[in-house]
C-alpha cells in the first residue's frame, strides 16, 4: 500500500523560508514521480514541482520558479520541498503526491496516491 506523509508545514514571515518533506512508503517502480502541489483558500488545487525516482529530473510551475526547489533522499524514501522567499500568496495547504511514472508534469490526473497535506501560513 502505498502512503504518502508530509510534514514541516507552519507558519512563517513573508520573504523567510520553510522546507516541506513527504516521507512515502510502498511505492515500486524505476521511474515513478513525486509531486508536490497546493491549494490555497478558494482556490483550485495548482501542480508546482515534481521529480523522478530515476534521475532526479525536476519540473517547475512558473509561480515559483527560482523560488522553490525540490529534491529527494532516496536512502530515507523522502521527497523534501524547499521554500524560499515566501508571499502571502504562498500561504496553502500542501500535498505531495504519487505517479507511476515521470512525464515531467504537474499535471494532477497523473497521479494516483496522494497525502493528507500540510499547512503552510505566510504573516506579512
Known amino acids: 500500500e502505498v502512503q504518502l506523509v508530509e510534514s514541516g508545514g507552519g507558519s512563517v514571515q513573508a520573504g523567510g523560508s520553510l522546507r516541506l518533506s513527504c516521507a512515502a512508503s510502498?511505492?515500486?517502480?524505476?521511474?515513478?514521480?513525486i509531486g508536490w502541489f497546493r491549494r490555497a483558500p478558494g482556490k483550485e488545487r495548482e501542480g508546482l514541482l515534481c521529480i523522478s525516482s530515476s534521475g532526479g529530473t525536476t519540473s517547475y510551475a512558473d509561480s515559483v520558479k527560482g523560488r522553490f526547489t525540490i529534491s529527494s533522499d532516496n536512502a530515507k524514501s523522502t521527497v523534501n520541498l524547499q521554500m524560499t522567499g515566501l508571499k502571502s500568496e504562498d500561504a496553502a495547504d500542501y500535498y505531495c503526491?504519487?505517479?507511476?511514472?515521470?512525464?515531467?508534469?504537474?499535471?494532477?490526473?497523473?497521479?494516483?496516491?496522494w497525502g493528507q497535506g500540510t499547512q503552510v501560513t505566510v504573516s506579512s
Open positions: 510502498g511505492l515500486n517502480g524505476d521511474d515513478y514521480a
Open positions: 503526491a504519487s505517479a507511476p511514472t515521470f512525464m515531467g508534469t504537474v499535471d494532477m490526473e497523473s497521479y494516483d496516491y
